[in-house]
DNA sequence: TGTTTTATTGAACACCGTTCAATACATTTG
DNA sequence: CAAATGTATTGAACGGTGTTCAATAAAACA
């Protein structure tokens, strides 16, 4: 069966081929931007040949929605290493900031980009993931005895929307030009001001 | 100059005919899915034509993006009537979230479609304006001795981002699954979680 | 060596935004 | 009124899109 495990591996040499050609494009130029014919051509492939791989350009599209929120997670896992509860929850917003900006083009795919419908897929359940992690640090940090009188989940969801949001506005370029200061320094210092209002709770 | 007159008025009313069309498709279906042809077979009119009263699809995208700027503008300043300003502020991020959920076709356009580019066109200046007075109802806040220590410009930021943060998780359906409850009422009660955060202060 | 399976191609289909020569209509001028 | 001018409208055409599919090439098997 060895002729087998070669075909299967080729197949799926091909498959990554036409991934990182689609990342590339995808990450550079955003969806609708981005072509099966251009794909196939930057790999030198016939646009046809694509469909032997992918069901279509969606499928290709959540590939890389996968992607991204796998290496999400990974940076969020990353910071089990804090001891305190309180330190790794403010750590959490700040790989949140951190990986927009380091990673705009993958943020936007994740969460701006329309075109994944519902809450379908892969992606969402990383995600979801990311959110019960965050929920169970808040809920470390509700244990030690802070943040009294606040709801788990609606805290849960007030740091995610905040942490979002400026997120939101930086990726899609809403925030230069709303004061003097840099982008990432506008984010760093909003992020700042939400910390130093929980701080006290 | 009667003719004149007439013949402007006729061109007034094709231009809006058109952008009632637009609308309807656009609010419906989003930028990518609303085309040039279904907005001009809506009206029994041939795909050319409407270049002769638009410059091309983003013109007419952009007229809609305005539209909805003013109209949350409008919304925004009839709390003008909140004589206290934290009670004023308070409501300011309801009509956020009320906009949201009553016009989340407009809000997507506004805020979540990405063709309209960098901080370009009349309807980011609108928003600009919708920034400083919430801004200034921050500023009055604080005269009052309220938000103590806190600057005027990251608190304006960080609020903005939270309601902004909950309206797009809301918009692109992010938040429904979440836990059990409504959307609707997660709104909401993430809204107050962050003003039972920000009373204290 | 056939034969069958697998992979690849490129033409074709129906759509898209946009342009533009041709056309129809309305108004003004002679 | 008729001719000329300007204004509005059309639909074909251009180069693009995602996707399908019959034909074909290549590889594996018998």
Redesign the pocket.
Known sequence: ?S??K???Q??IE?HKRILDSARKIFLEKGYEQ???????SAI??????????F????EIFHELHKEGFRLFLSQMKALDVIEDPYERYKALGLVFIRFAQNHTDYYNLMFLVSETGKAEGEGFQIAQGAIEHLSGVIQQCQDQGRFRGLDNKYLTLMTLSLVHGICSLYCKDRMSGFFEKSSEELMIHGYETFIALIESK
Chains 1, 2 share one sequence.
Request: glycine content about 4%; charged content about 30%; hydrophobic content about 30%.
């Open positions: 069966m002729v087998a070669r075909k299967e080729e197949k091909m981005t072509s099966i014919r251009n794909i196939a030198s492939y016939s646009p046809g040949s694509i469909y032997f791989y069901k279509d350009k969606n």
